[in-house]
């Protein structure tokens, strides 16, 4: 799969973010670990067929955060986000992921 890395964006407090075909990272040389982790986040965001991911990302990261009151705590509870974190460190991940497989992760 293609992924576009745009570098040295001008983020104040996130590393990374994926919007399909794109990957804007804070740093001029980001990790091979948010890479990877942005390119789940491209996975999980061809298979929703792009626009759903985002709703479905905000809703899910809402509703945490009103059950928890924290918004980084919901950040870090949203299914794509686990899945992501869990797999990052695992260049081969990708290769035998399961269609939506961020459900388990919810
Ligand atoms: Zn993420």
Not at 2 to 21: C, D, H, S
Not at 24 to 49: A, D
Not at 72 to 89: D, P, S, V
Request: proline share 6%; glycine share 2%; net charge positive.
């Amino acid at each position: 799969m293609q992924m576009i890395v745009i570098r040295g964006v001008n983020f104040k407090t996130i590393e990374g973010i994926a919007l399909w075909p794109f990957v804007l990272v804070r740093s001029k040389n980001p990790s091979p670990r948010l890479l990877f982790h942005e390119r789940i986040h491209l996975r999980q965001q061809l298979e929703m067929l792009i626009l759903p991911f985002y709703i479905w990302y905000v809703l899910e990261w809402a509703l945490k955060w009103i059950r928890c009151k924290d918004a980084a705590k919901a950040y870090y509870a949203i299914g794509f986000e686990r899945e992501a974190y869990a797999n990052e460190q695992n260049p081969a991940y990708l290769n035998t992921r399961r269609f939506w497989n961020f459900i388990p992760y919810i």
